[in-house]
């Protein structure tokens, strides 16, 4: 196995390659103080690419905060690349694998260092980030675009199939071969359980079975730290053959590479290049690295960088200040050392201080992480910051309040949570392992035993797909967007069929008449139900015109080409944000020309819908949590709220599409005989 080279070998047969991870460029964009920090740490890893005369960069995911960047973002990215990465100088390494393997995806399969049109002096090769992933119908992410414009190298990227391989790209300089392998963001408890059962392989070369001369080296973006039963990656499942793990998605960045005993290989966890939370991790220092291969040896050396903005973290008990929390005018007294504590990591800071000119020194990080307990009264924490709007750099969360009292509870219940996790998951593994959750919904719907639970005007099929891409992709709207489609379907292809004073009985059976006709083609059903999930709302609701890469044009083709009655193509998906706007809106649609027992009738056939539309937002709703029990739990409770609310506004939608369809019919074919 590899070790650290004694001596500097032979240029000519070493790799130099610098590594980066979770450069989150745009985060914070929007902020006047921090919305540069990004791309100037960016800005030097390239900077130190050129410096060093490195053979490529390597990205371990998250280059981009959102999954949408904005225009602004992806602007400041190319330019960047283009000023750094493009240039006169040859490449000293051949790529001598299959390249449509690992880069089959892109419209152009090859490394963008051979192709004729580019020069490209410094490639850049990346996996994809949980932060960057690809989503909707096409599975693209910004990656994909800067594929496409021959700046990236863009590899890792895994489909939604049941199987996962990976496929090398074997690069050869001198007498040194490397495999590199990729494997870009997958959610972890679904990655957990393809690696339980087999289903992730690593497809080595056949030159390289049994040869230990050649350099095997993976990079991928994971939970390395346990949170709970499967929502992370064990280094146990990956495969002892190989040499050096590059884990990205973890912003702590470790001193030096980590041997694992049990697999014989090395784990380097770069850390991120900029802080994104506030937490003891993200106030480690920041670094790229640069790795030497030769032959079976390799090296890591730390590149300590220095645009980061200073940032200083603290924890303090209010217990060990010497407060009496009865004593008169204690919460003053409390503030003041607050205070006092704060001047002296501002303070502090300075010494973090590097003297490179772009790094924001005038306005530092600070965080201060109090325990109240003990009586104490709480510290107005927005107030507080305000005494620092023009010395830090994040005012509004300067300060932590926390009780000991809490947090011991909290850790109890984390132990508890993943007991059950662990207990669950070896009862469950095989059933949840042999079957998609696609299944499981189709499954549970099917079988359940309660007839308000079934569906009448939903598919399976699509409220699956719905259900998949919430899991799996934080598609927060998948499941709004599907029921409104299909409620929105069913009215269109009953409403000619429905006369008025049709008896409620035969209405009910022409909707599920309706649905036994949809499923009749159910690749169509699927299409479709992929078209209109890849069109869901943006998850923010303040989103400007540059929260996408995208024209208004681009916007009007994309709705036009929709079904008129689905949801409309909207701009952005941020991470992480609140829901978008309700979907009453619709919900006084014009009912002119409707007969008193036409009401009567559709009205009762329209709250016996509801309540099949209603029951099947439930359960999606309680499957939902299910599925995230080991993680999210905040994001889901926030979307369940979210979705229950909406749900009630789709049914009371149908309810009016309902009747003022039907009334209209008989108008419609009065006309018919006009015409003949």
Known sequence: MPRAAADEPDEKDTFKILVSTDNHLGYNDECPTRGDDSFNSFEEVLQLAVSHQVDFLLLGGDLFHKNKPS???????????????????????????????????????????????????????????????????????????????????????????????????????GRTKLCLFGLGAVRDERLHRMFQHGKVKILYPRECDGDSSWFKLLVLHQNHSKHGATNYIPESFLDPNLDLVIWGHEHEAKERPQRNPTQDFYVLQPGSSVATSLCDG??????????????????????????????????????????????????????????????????????????????????????LRVDYSGGFEIINATMFGKQFLDRVANPKDIISLHRRMEQEESKKRSLLRNLAGDVSAALDADRLNQSTVEDLVVDYFKSTENADNRLAVLSETGLGLAVHE????????????????????????????????MDEGLIENEIVKCKEERLKTSVDELEESKQIISLAPTRSSNVTNDDVIMSDDDVADVSVASSSRSVPATRGRGRGAGSTRGRGSRAGSKTAGKTQTTLASISRTGRSVKRSAAAAGDETENMTHTILSDSDDEMSRTSNKSRRTETDQSEALFTSRLNSSSASSSQRTNRSNRRF
């Open 71 to 173: 225009r602004k973002c992806m602007y400041r990215c190319m330019y960047l690349l283009r000023k750094y990465c493009l240039g006169d100088k040859p490449c000293p390494f051949q790529l001598i694998s299959d390249p449509t393997q690992a880069f089959g995806h892109s419209p152009f399969p090859h490394a963008n260092y051979e192709d004729p049109n580019l020069n490209v002096s410094i490639p850049v090769f990346s996996i994809n980030g949980n932060h960057d992933d690809p989503t909707g119908a096409d599975n693209l992410c910004a990656l994909d675009i800067l594929s496409s414009a021959g700046m990236v190298n863009y590899f890792g990227k895994v489909s939604l199939s049941d199987e996962i391989n990976i496929n090398p790209v074997i690069l050869k300089k």
């Open 282 to 367: 993200e106030s480690a220092p920041k670094n790229a690295w640069i790795i030497k291969i030769h032959g079976e040896q390799f090296k890591a050396d730390a590149l300590p960088l220095k645009t980061v903005r200073p940032f200083v973290m603290r924890d303090i008990s209010l217990v060990d200040s010497g407060i009496n929390p009865k004593a008169p005018k204690a919460n003053d007294k409390v503030i003041d050392h607050c205070v006092a504590t704060v001047e002296e990591m501002i303070a502090l800071s300075k010494k973090l201080h590097t003297g490179h000119p772009k790094q924001p020194v005038d306005k530092p990080l600070i965080r």
């Open 470 to 501: 919430f899991v799996q992709k934080e598609e927060q709207n998948a499941v709004n967007c599907i029921v409104d489609h299909q409620i929105n379907k069913t009215v269109d292809m009953t409403s000619t069929k429905i006369s008025e004073g």
